[in-house]
């Protein structure tokens, strides 16, 4: 596995159907290190800890491979890294290939795979339209958590 993106974002208000939602799925590439914690990365947030983030999703990771497929899907559209809610955009390591509680080192930490990413109404935000979740799902490039054990 090969870290091509570290991303980050703090909560911010947007509004969807004329009413404010807080959402932390912007998420923005950074240069050089970033410290990887227990509940997250520096500069990182989940605005809602009920669904988002915890022990349990401390980093999303998402194949920088599946970009292609989207860029296909969605011609009309500018996916930089990070525009899944990505906080690691990697090479190598995909979906198929990876099982829960499988260990990864990153750097001087280590990760475990803890689930799949099942995305909410708020990748529909991210990208400005509905179906986006569906399409997500079907295509069955979620990407997957990680723990942090160290």
């Known amino acids: 596995m090969k870290i091509i993106s570290v991303n980050v ?40 800890l009920s669904v988002h983030g915890g022990p349990e999703k401390a980093v999303y990771l998402y194949p920088c491979e599946h970009y292609d497929f989207w860029k296909r899907e969605l011609p009309e559209m500018d996916l930089p890294w990070g525009v899944f809610g990505e906080n690691f955009t990697t090479e190598g390591l995909f979906e ?18 803890t689930q799949p990413r099942m995305p909410c109404y708020k990748l529909g935000i991210r990208f400005g339209r509905t179906d986006i979740v569906k399409r997500f799902l079907v295509s069955e490039r979620t990407g997957f958590y990680f723990s942090v054990l160290r």
């Not at 969807?16 to 520096?42: H, Y």
């Not at 198929?96 to 795979?113: H, K, L, P, Q």
Request: no cysteine; glycine share 12%; charged share 25%.
């Open 9 to 48: 974002g703090l909560p911010r208000l947007v509004l969807r159907n004329g009413e404010p939602v807080s959402t932390g799925i912007f998420k923005q590439a950074v240069a050089g290190r970033v410290m990887l914690r227990t509940l997250n990365l520096d500069g990182d947030r989940q605005s809602d």
């Open 96 to 113: 198929t290939e990876t099982n829960i509680g499988d260990r990864f080192r990153i750097g001087s930490a280590e990760v475990m795979v």
